[in-house]
């Protein structure tokens, strides 16, 4: 895989960097008399977090944390978590684009490239302190969102296990002590492809005394933000509804109940795949459809859909208690998510890889903690957790229906399982103030899980028309019916302790260091996606991750600094690797693929230039290198140093991001915000053979908001991917032919093209 760089990517940087100091040297001396108000003032605040699992300032806790408040979200045009994809340091939230709304998250070179259900994830993502145990339909719109924490490093201590490169927290807003609604339209297009109409509203506030309700509609009719060279046609089109209602009663001084129920549901498009020229140098099928990399060009013959319907109730008890005047809290959370794709695997205008898949995940979690102080120095919280997610996963791969004339696959393999999980978690954490200075921390995670799973292999189960020397195509279906017989059959439990020792020195009020060794682990499993007829599906051990961390924070006058140096020990890394097969197209295996070191340096500074104009800057910087091999990684049949010189995949080297705030008075009607943003992410490997890559990435967004005084009203203009960058959500390697030569020949690549430049015009309604 190149290592090149794009000849101007260090000298923005450099700019940047002399920027950023010397504005900390002179910041200082700036007029702060005028009072700020709208997009400059809201960046300034610091935000409430909940990442110790109690409520405290940002700048209070000795983690590395990237957090906003709805009002620095607005600020920001945050509207999914995609928006976020490379704007903070050593962190990458993107779509793995095979099925819509399915995280690839990657925080700190721990990440997964992976669509199989069955794979945990390395960053967990926790909705209103519930977690989502599975990566499927995860990224969610940024409207009426009150807090968003991307917490970087291990967290198993509080947020147990699958926690290993960091988390996302999201909390919703809960009803107001007053009456007030929003109402947001707005629509979008690009170089290519439609429209984009969204429409948004929220209403909330008291029914009585104690009683409030809130409710959220969210609404989006996308035509296509592409298009499909085959037919014409745009695609990524995509219809979504979502309904969320909010109840909060406060029965008593010291009780508050919160119970939300949401409804998603989802109609759109399969993924919009490019075939391109792949890492071993084998083109697409004709030349024509071999596209250029840098190009948004697509050509498919089936362009798929996606259904999803999704339902999630949570419920929340905090009740206040005397005992270390704390307060008790008790979440109970369920979610039912139902799937239904087809996806253009070939990536081609022939059908050789068409791949249709069903996926039913219900899954159900309790905890119970409590949180309090003790003689004014020790905050102690502790708890217990309950996990438990049943999943049926059916995947089917129709292949050679070029030689049917397009009547049906020549070739069928039918595949999944069924995925039982269950587990107990016990922990505890004591932050304990030895005096004004010091700040002694020590926590546990003791979990316990079983698995328990019914797999067919596809490789096991495969039909073949009579041309082809079969009986003729077969049917089964482990969602639907009827279902396929089970060729694996086994279950497993995994035990493990993660603790936390750590200190805070604080040099001031406003400032303090911090270290801290935190344990992390990731669940072992099984794979449902099982190809390869001579392998098992599993189990796959658990991965271990030690985490030593040293950062600064600290807050002045002109904003905020904060620095965080870590080096991470991963033993037993799990990784899907990814490799093209002749027999099924693509073969995907889960092993624990090595033991590796990753270290790096995150710096994100918050700079008042002026008055009314504000910096957003962060750097992040990670070396990651292979200690141990223990799996053919570059598939040249044997496990050598060849293996260890390979890049750990989803770990960029270098990100970095400046962004500018300014606030202008427009004359007696209000006010003018305008941003601009950058943000630069290295070149990194997609696959663990190095074949598979992501090219570095060039993002600028930039738009304008105009506020009435009366707060009612905000009009604005916006632009994304300035630059027209093209990114893939994953760069998968294909085979030279399936099945047959001349008969399936296939070749290229399946990397699912992201929208190109977007410009957009939102208009928002405040009733106050």
Request: include cysteine.
């Amino acid at each position: 895989m190149s290592k090149q760089r794009k000849p101007n990517a260090m000298r923005p940087l450099a700019i940047a960097v002399a920027l950023s100091s010397g504005v900390i040297m002179s910041a200082p001396t700036l007029a702060q008399d005028a009072p700020r108000r709208g997009g400059s003032a809201a960046l300034l605040e610091e935000v409430v977090v909940t990442a110790r699992k109690r409520e405290e300032g940002a700048q209070e806790v000795p983690l590395s944390v990237s957090a906003f408040n709805s009002d620095q979200i607005e600020t920001l045009k945050v509207r999914d978590l995609n928006d976020l994809t490379i704007g903070l340091p050593n962190v990458s939230l993107e779509d793995v684009g095979t099925s819509r709304g399915t995280a690839n998250f990657s925080i700190r070179g721990l990440g997964i490239n992976s669509s199989i259900p069955s794979i945990d994830p390395t960053v967990g993502v926790i909705i209103n302190n519930v977690y989502l145990g599975t990566t499927q339909g995860v990224i969610f719109d940024m409207f009426d969102v009150e807090s968003l924490e991307v917490l970087r490093g291990p967290q198993g201590t509080l947020f147990g296990r699958n926690v290993t490169g960091g988390a996302v927290l999201l909390n919703t807003k809960t009803p107001g002590d007053e009456l007030e609604a929003t109402f947001r339209s707005s629509v979008e297009t690009g170089d290519i492809g439609g429209e984009n109409y969204i429409i948004q509203g929220a209403i909330g506030g008291p029914i009585t005394d104690t009683l409030g309700a809130r409710l959220v509609v969210h609404y989006n009719d996308d035509d296509g933000q592409l298009e499909n060279e085959f037919t014409g046609d745009d695609v990524l089109g995509i219809e979504q509804t979502m309904v969320r209602g909010t109840v909060a009663w406060n029965p008593a001084d010291r009780t508050d109940i919160v119970m939300r129920y949401e409804y998603q549901d989802i109609d759109g498009d399969g993924p919009a795949a490019q075939c391109h020229t792949n890492g071993s140098g084998v083109p697409c099928r004709t030349p024509e459809t071999t596209f250029d990399r840098d190009d948004f060009d697509l050509s498919i013959d089936e362009e798929g859909f996606q259904e999803a319907e999704t339902n999630f109730f949570s419920a929340q008890l905090d009740q206040g208690v005397d005992f270390g005047d704390g307060t008790i809290t008790a979440i109970f959370g369920y979610r039912d998510y139902e799937a239904e794709s087809l996806g253009d695997i070939d990536a081609s205008p022939v059908w050789i890889f068409h791949a249709p898949a069903w996926l039913e995940s219900e899954q159900t979690t309790f905890e119970l903690r409590y949180n309090g102080l003790f003689a004014e120095k020790a905050n102690v919280t502790a708890g217990v957790f309950y996990y438990e997610n049943d999943m049926k996963y059916h995947e089917r791969r129709d292949l050679l229906g070029n030689i049917t004339g397009g009547t049906g696959p020549g070739v069928r393999q039918d595949g999944g399982g069924n995925h039982d999980t269950e587990s107990y978690t016990v922990f505890a954490q004591v932050d304990y103030d030895l005096n004004d200075q010091w700040t002694l921390t020590a926590g546990f995670n003791y979990s316990s899980e079983e698995k328990d799973v019914e797999i067919t292999s596809l490789g096991l189960n495969t039909s073949l028309i009579p041309a082809l020397g079969g009986a003729g195509i077969t049917e089964c279906n482990i969602v639907e019916g009827p279902v396929c017989d089970f060729d694996f059959v086994d279950d497993e439990s995994w035990d493990n302790f993660a603790p936390k020792l750590g200190a805070t020195y604080h040099l001031s009020d406003r400032s303090r260091i911090y270290g801290h060794w935190t344990v992390g682990y990731r669940s072992g499993g099984y794979n449902l996606r099982n190809t390869d007829p001579t392998e098992a599906p599993g189990p796959f051990d658990e991965e271990e991750v030690n985490n030593f961390e040293l950062g600064y924070k600290s807050t002045h006058d002109w904003g905020r600094l904060n620095i965080a140096a870590f080096y991470m020990e991963i033993d037993d890394q799990q990784r899907e690797v990814n490799l093209p097969s002749a027999t099924s197209g693509v073969v995907q295996l889960i092993k624990n693929t090595a033991d590796t070191t990753i270290a790096g340096v995150e710096v994100d500074a918050t700079i008042a230039l002026t008055e009314n104009l504000v910096m957003l800057a962060s750097l992040g910087y990670i070396d990651a290198e292979y200690d141990s091999v223990a799996f053919d990684l570059n598939g040249d049949g044997v496990v050598d140093g060849r293996d260890e010189d390979l890049d750990i995949p989803r770990a960029p080297e270098l990100t970095w991001s400046v962004g500018l705030t300014h606030d202008m008075d427009i004359g007696s009607w209000g006010y003018m915000t305008s941003r601009i943003n950058y943000a630069y992410r290295d070149e990194f490997a997609y696959t663990d053979n190095n074949l598979g890559f992501n090219d570095d990435f060039d993002l600028l967004d930039a738009g304008v908001d105009f506020h009435s005084n009366d707060g009612r009203w905000v009009f604005s203009l916006y632009g994304k991917n300035l630059l027209d960058e093209v990114v893939f959500g994953n760069d998968t390697q294909l085979p030279n032919f399936v099945v047959a030569p001349g008969v399936g020949d296939a070749g290229g690549t399946f990397a699912p093209v992201m929208p190109g430049v977007r410009y957009g015009a939102e208009v928002t309604f405040n009733f106050l």
